[in-house]
């Protein structure tokens, strides 16, 4: 193989391995809010979440659509700068809605609790600029 051919085939490698992994661009002034409960909300478990959307739409996982994506919830946690731009993790504190659903039961045990919505892409990418929530604390009795 020439220099040339090895050149342009980990060019197109490095391209569309980048491609898989891009973020997908938010629209200006996109928005996602938790619906029903206010920062030091004092709730029974479990308890309804309800999840707002302002300037983009919902769409299920796997829908690639411009200005569309699923909702991620993030209990007790956070995401780096790092972790923004690969897909959310589906575990206990990172729980994933992709089939579009806008409000779940949230079961936690007796405590302080940290609450903060993540809009994420078809792939499960948040969008650049993130379209994130300020985190709420709430304290289940």
């Known amino acids: 193989m020439t220099v040339l051919k090895a050149t342009l085939a980990l ?9 898989a992994v891009a973020q997908t661009p938010s ?14 909300a004092k709730v029974k478990s479990p308890f309804l979440v309800q999840f707002g959307l302002t300037d983009m739409g919902v769409a299920p996982a796997g829908v690639e659509k411009p ?5 991620h919830l993030l209990i007790d946690t956070s995401l780096t700068a790092e972790q923004m731009k690969s897909a959310i ?10 089939a579009g659903q806008t409000e779940t039961m ?3 045990p007796k405590g ?7 809009f994420a892409d078809w792939s499960h990418i ?3 600029p993130p379209v994130m929530s300020k985190t709420i604390t709430v304290r289940v009795r």
């Open 11 to 19: 060019m197109t490698v490095w391209a569309l391995a980048s491609a």
């Open 112 to 118: 302080k609790h940290t609450l903060q919505l993540v």
């Open 27 to 40: 629209p200006p002034g996109a928005k996602v809010y938790i619906i029903n409960l206010n920062d030091g």
């Open 126 to 128: 948040p969008h650049a």
């Open 89 to 98: 993790p589906a575990d206990d504190a990172h729980k994933h809605f992709g």
């Open 67 to 71: 200005n569309t994506g699923h909702h």
């Open 106 to 108: 949230v079961t936690l």
